[in-house]
């Protein structure tokens, strides 16, 4: 069985002063999702927390890809499920005590849980996760070191993507830091088929044609499997 692109826009390359506008454009030049970076001690947190709520205010119908950079996600969940948070991806670094538990309040909440590793951290530790009991639905792979927007990508880490693709066919792979034209087609050829991308979007003079292209190159690969 295979797997579909989603494209997901990273919201934290947007223009924060029209949050609701610029998400509304991305929709419109074609992103599938939008991926909401949220982090501890970074000044916007606040901000970040907020920008669910904002969209839902707003009445956006769409998927909110939450990326959770934070050492405590348990508390975050009940927060984003009220805000109406649809993927909650929180990092196996923190939550190698707790993950079970971790799972189930998400699922509990209506959300999708993802879990997500930093280019140092072994692919084999989120395995468990991937075949438990209460399984995640998705791997974020990073790409670059968590933190900031607008770093080079890591071709390395496609070593990590390759493993998993081999290991689950139908599993949502996701790839997160220096996606854009020029790398696109290293993930998707690895096997990724979630994009996240924020300043090659919207940096972009036509987004709509960024993520048209990136959507075309994960549905040639995705074709053969
Ligand atoms: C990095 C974040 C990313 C970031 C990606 O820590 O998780 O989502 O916004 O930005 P680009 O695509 O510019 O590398
Ligand atoms: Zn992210």
Same mark, same amino acid.
């Given at each position: 069985m295979g797997v579909t692109a989603k494209?997901?826009?990273?919201? +934290?390359?947007?223009?924060?002063?029209?949050l609701a506008s610029e998400?509304?454009?991305m929709l419109d030049c074609g992103a599938d999702w939008l991926h909401m970076d949220i982090m501890d001690g970074y000044n916007l947190n606040y901000r970040l927390l907020h920008k669910p709520f904002? +969209?839902?205010?707003?009445?956006?119908? *769409?998927y909110l890809d939450c990326h959770l950079m934070v050492t405590n996600p348990l508390d975050y969940v009940e927060p984003l499920g009220?805000?109406?948070a649809s993927g909650f991806t929180f990092h196996v670094e923190v939550s190698r005590d707790n993950w079970g538990e971790l799972?189930?309040?998400? &699922?509990?909440?209506?959300?999708?849980p993802g879990v997500s590793l930093k280019p140092g951290t072994p692919i084999e530790e989120v395995y468990p996760l991937v075949e438990g009991e209460h399984p995640?639905?998705?791997v974020l792979v990073m790409t670059v070191e968590p933190g900031f927007g607008g770093q080079k990508f890591m071709p390395e880490t496609?070593?990590?993507?390759?493993?998993?693709?081999? &290991?689950?066919?139908? +599993?949502?792979?996701?790839?997160?830091?220096? +996606?854009?034209?020029?790398?696109?087609?290293? *993930?998707a050829s690895a096997g990724a088929n979630c994009i996240v991308a924020g300043s090659s979007v919207f940096g972009a003079p036509d987004s709509a044609q960024v993520i048209s292209l990136m959507r075309k190159s994960?549905?040639?690969?995705? &074709?053969n499997y």
């Open positions: 494209i997901a826009p990273s919201m +934290l390359s947007s223009d924060f002063a029209n998400a509304q454009r904002i +969209l839902n205010h707003c009445k956006l119908m *769409a009220k805000a109406g799972v189930q309040r998400i &699922k509990s909440k209506g959300m999708r995640v639905e998705m496609m070593d990590k993507v390759r493993a998993l693709r081999k &290991k689950y066919p139908s +599993l949502d792979i996701e790839v997160d830091g220096g +996606l854009g034209p020029s790398t696109i087609d290293m *993930a994960v549905e040639e690969v995705q &074709k």
